[in-house]
């Protein structure tokens, strides 16, 4: 069996979703896929971040309410893999944005899913790619991040229980 692909989202790129008023909103579309094909791994420093980005006051009309929030956090942080990072870094323009390559690192993570340019200008950081969520959408079509396979597919051999063999 393939191994799951570990992503880090970025709190850009989650609000973006979080926000997304269309179902065919890309940020929606990928966050969507990625949850339903991929293991998505975080940090305390990186729920901290969009736990304090959401409440600003500027996202209010937009739904941003501490119920719908909190909600929001809670369903990424309940099915995520949470990681400890130990090794800091300091590769990013913006030192706030070290913390997605931290647990990048900490998770194994072979992409980075980020709204944020100077993030994504690190492309590729240390063998994983950082993309934005349109360019994982690209990545995936072309087949690059391909859904992992069913463990309801038919099984190929014969011999196999669940064939009757």
């Not at 069996?1 to 880090?8: D, E, F, I, N, S």
């Not at 200008?121 to 959408?137: A, D, E, F, K, T």
Request: charged residues 25%; contains cysteine; aromatic residues 6%.
């Amino acid at each position: 069996m393939r191994p799951v692909l570990r992503v880090v989202p970025d709190a850009n790129f989650l609000v973006s979703a979080f926000l997304a008023r269309r179902p065919d909103a890309p940020a929606l579309r990928a966050l969507a896929l990625l949850r339903e094909e991929s293991l998505l791994c975080v940090s305390e420093p990186m729920l901290l971040e969009l736990r304090e980005v959401l409440a600003r006051p500027k996202f209010r009309p937009y739904g941003a309410t501490p119920p719908t929030t909190s909600a929001f956090v809670d369903s990424i942080e309940a099915a995520a893999l949470h990681v400890n990072p130990v090794e800091r870094v300091d590769d990013c323009a913006d030192p706030d944005d070290d913390i997605y390559l931290e647990a990048a690192l900490a998770a194994d993570a072979a992409l980075i899913v980020s709204g944020d340019a100077a993030l994504r200008r690190l492309n590729p950081w240390r063998g994983r790619q950082i993309l934005s969520p349109g360019g994982y959408l690209a990545a995936r079509e072309a087949g690059e991040f391909s859904p992992p396979p069913s463990v309801y597919s038919s099984p190929t051999d014969p011999g196999s229980p669940a064939s009757g063999g």
